[in-house]
């Protein structure tokens, strides 16, 4: 081996001994191996040499090459195995990875499907962007009605377009489209100008159902919320019916069901009533039916509706519907596995 070769890796050789860290062995990587390194620069010399020196000093220079490349290989083991015994505690636990939690609302909507998806009901979603139409003329709401208000609706810069305001208007849809009989339910997201307070709020979810066939009575209609009530809030959980005003029910009701906190005794959540207001039901106005194109004589219905915020403050006690929306991990973790 040329005796320049030989000093440069006796250099080299004494360098790396001296490397601590792996900035320290990348620069040295970088003096004798980078593109203006020493042994680089050697075999840049080939050329230059006649012809009878340039195979062993050609080999002489790979040989050193493949030496210095194999020592730094060795060192960079060396120090990242040294890091992991005095920087890494290898007797702590693994990090769990993180897991998300869904809200509460989505869980509460896929339960209530789930009930009366099990009761023979289809779920059929609609538009949010709807029409006066289907929100209100065809529901039997006339033009004074104070929801039909601009300080009640969100409407649209497109003449009788808005938000809807309730999933009613899917119930209307599928009336036109369906065949009968129809059992069917409909969630589904809707806007109100509401003031944003403890239990309004201007966005809110809702599932609405809907049954049309002969001979359906208020009875029926009882029965299948008693029976929803109880598998959803438990088997204590009682449902009474009030009278009530709805232009597309006739005749409506509002539905309660037992308190949750006290079991129907009477506390402060009930204001000691024992029952909590659910949302509003009745026998289908005839003519709301005769508006869908179904014939009132023959034909009978019921429909009901539920706010799922409500439902979910109910089942999880939560005092302010605005935390289903602020995205505060803090609230949304204690729902993690539900």
Not at 102 to 109: D, K
Request: with cysteine.
């Amino acid at each position: 081996m040329p005796e320049d070769i030989q000093n440069v890796q006796k250099r080299f050789e004494e360098l790396i001994k001296q490397v601590t860290t792996l900035t320290e062995l990348d620069s040295l990587k970088v003096e004798y191996l980078g593109k203006k390194g020493i042994v680089t620069g050697l075999l840049k010399k080939i050329p230059t040499l006649p012809a009878s020196e340039r195979k062993s000093f050609g080999t002489a220079v790979n040989s050193l090459k493949s030496l210095c490349g194999r020592l730094i290989q060795e060192k960079r083991e060396s120090i990242l195995k040294s890091q992991e015994t005095t920087d890494v505690d290898i007797s702590l636990p693994g990090r769990k990875g993180y897991l998300g939690s869904r809200n509460p609302i989505i869980t509460i909507i896929e339960e209530i499907t789930h009930i009366f998806y099990s009761m023979g009901f289809e779920v059929i979603e609609g538009p949010d962007i709807e029409t006066e139409y289907y929100n209100f003329d065809a529901l039997n709401t006339p033009d004074y009605h104070p929801s039909r208000d601009i300080q009640d609706t969100f409407y649209l810069a497109m003449p009788g377009y808005l938000l809807r305001t309730q999933t009613s208007p899917v119930q209307i849809r599928t009336m036109e489209t369906h065949p009968l009989p129809i059992r069917m339910i409909s969630p589904g997201r809707c806007y109100r100008r509401d003031a944003i307070d403890p239990t309004h709020y201007i966005c809110f979810h809702q599932v609405e159902g809907l049954y049309i066939d002969r001979n359906v009575t208020m009875a029926m209609l009882k029965g299948v919320l008693s029976v929803f009530a109880r598998r959803l809030l438990g088997k204590q959980t009682q449902i009474r019916f009030r009278p009530h005003f709805f232009p597309f029910t006739e005749p409506s009701v509002e539905y309660d069901i037992t308190c949750t906190i006290c079991g129907g005794k009477g506390c402060r959540v009930c204001k000691n009533t024992g029952w909590l207001e659910i949302s509003g039901a009745g026998m289908v106005h005839p003519k709301v039916l005769e508006i869908s194109g179904i014939d009132p004589k023959k034909f009978r219905g019921y429909a009901f509706g539920m706010g799922v915020e409500r439902l979910a403050m109910i089942k999880y006690q939560i005092d302010d519907i605005r935390h289903f929306y602020n995205n505060d991990i803090r609230f949304l973790s204690q729902f993690r596995g539900r």
